[in-house]
């Protein structure tokens, strides 16, 4: 495969403690070694990208995306998710398992790792169902899928409701020692929601989904987790209450760990005034003090990782009316520029805490190796220009669907080379 020099650029390894102006050098889809810039050279190489002024940082790590391949194609596929995830900036994806059928075999697993081969672009991990058919009913073949490749289960879009099937979930993914990735929903309060219940939804007189239908439900699996010793991971946390919960479980010693997404540290439920269903998600977008209490628990480390939640839906979906149109937006594209907008150059959070939370927690948490740049480690790197200022263009995406609440916003900061096993897949400088 060659050799790679990148040259002066900012590297950025908090799975090292590395933040430096270096050189980084990658043979055989391999890092070699950082080096010492300007001083004593690395060598010469078959390939030398100049990194001046940029974020050299382990591939991004995104642990939550939905890529809808199969059944879904009309919204995206795995190869033009994975396109997606590379315009982004992103070198691995963890796919979510709700599919048409959902991936809950040996067969479906493979079948996701034979497409990610030949498209040929960015890493693909298979998230797993924790009940068959994702009907809550009865468990999934844990320790099959394991075997297949699963790296972590969940039955995201829909929460696991039986408690005693959680707790078995649990016990199981315990023995090998993988996360439940959980949608914390308690449906009989949020059932008819269409966006967050406050006063916004009572002025705009759409139906509301409480704060409280997601901390229940947190505070239960949590309480589980504790029991069982298993490993929970809260999927896109967007209350305070959640944050808080969260936060005294892991004071408790509680094997918790928990994202946000993007557009719950940026946006608010008063998007919503434009009846505009790109801002209808689920979880639903919710007050400006929760946004900072999610921002806080970014900051204090409460909340372990940035995931897009990427849930492309084909355009004629969302332009029905709003209590008709699907939950989702598309993030992989935009969640660079968004995190780097909103947190990185408004003081809250440093590079190497983003870069913590975008690439060496997530792959931490999912157990794959990757989120590093020491010596052997697989050459996942993304080159990040912290001053481009751009506006997003859904035009310009590379995913099948376009439904992106952020088309025409400036935003600074995006990911202008991605390099997977040491081949430069994504290259704008």
């Not at 043979?27 to 050279?41: E, K, L, N, S």
């Not at 199981?172 to 008819?192: N, Q, T």
């Not at 705009?204 to 987790?225: F, K, S």
Request: net charge negative.
């Amino acid at each position: 495969m060659g050799t790679l020099l990148i040259r002066g650029g900012r590297v950025v390894d908090p799975s090292q403690d590395i933040d430096r102006v270096d050189d980084l050098l990658v043979r055989d889809g391999q890092v070699v070694a950082v080096g010492h810039a300007g001083t004593q050279p690395l060598g010469k190489a078959d390939e030398t990208i100049d990194a001046s002024g940029l974020v050299v940082a382990p591939g991004l790590v995104d642990m939550h995306v939905h890529l809808r391949e199969p059944g879904r194609e009309e919204d995206e596929t795995i190869e033009t998710g994975t396109r997606a995830a590379l315009a982004g900036g992103f070198t691995s994806v963890a796919c979510i398992p709700n599919t048409e059928p959902p991936i809950d075999t040996q067969a479906a697993v493979e079948f996701i790792h034979q497409k990610a081969a030949r498209a040929d672009t960015c890493n693909v991990f298979v998230v797993a169902c924790v009940s068959r058919a994702r009907e809550g009913k009865e468990l999934a073949e844990i320790g099959r899928l394991v075997e297949a490749g699963a790296v972590a289960f969940s039955d995201d879009g829909a929460p696991v409701y039986d408690a005693e099937l959680m707790r078995r979930a649990f016990e199981y993914c315990r023995m090998f020692d993988k996360p439940i990735l959980a949608h914390e929903e308690v449906l009989e309060l949020s059932r008819g929601g269409v966006m967050h219940e406050g006063l916004v939804s009572l002025v705009l007189g759409l139906g509301g989904m409480p704060a409280a239908a997601e901390e229940v439900l947190i505070g239960r699996d949590i309480a589980l987790a504790e029991v069982t010793g298993g490993r929970l991971h809260a999927m896109h946390v967007s209350t305070g209450g959640g944050v808080a919960l969260i936060r005294e479980a892991k004071r408790r010693g509680i094997r918790v760990t928990a994202e946000a997404c993007p557009h719950h540290f940026t946006l608010t439920d008063e998007s919503l005034r434009g009846f505009d269903s790109n801002f209808k998600m689920s979880p639903p977008l919710r007050t400006a003090a929760d946004v900072e209490a999610i921002i806080e628990g970014l900051v204090d480390g409460t909340i372990d990782c940035i995931a897009t939640d990427h849930a492309p839906h084909a355009r004629e979906k969302k332009m029905l009316e709003l209590d008709r149109a699907p939950f989702g937006i598309l993030g992989l594209e935009t969640a660079v520029g968004l995190s780097v907008t909103r947190l990185v150059r408004s003081g809250r959070l440093g590079w190497p805490r983003l870069i913590e939370a975008m690439s060496t927690l997530p792959a931490r948490i999912l157990g794959i190796n990757r989120g590093t740049l020491r010596p052997g480690a697989v050459a996942d790197i993304t080159l990040i220009d912290p001053e481009l200022s751009w506006t997003v263009d859904v035009g310009s995406f590379q995913s099948k669907s376009v439904n992106s609440p952020f088309h025409g916003w400036t935003l600074q900061g995006k990911a202008v080379a991605t390099i997977v096993g040491g081949r430069v897949k994504h290259r704008l400088v």
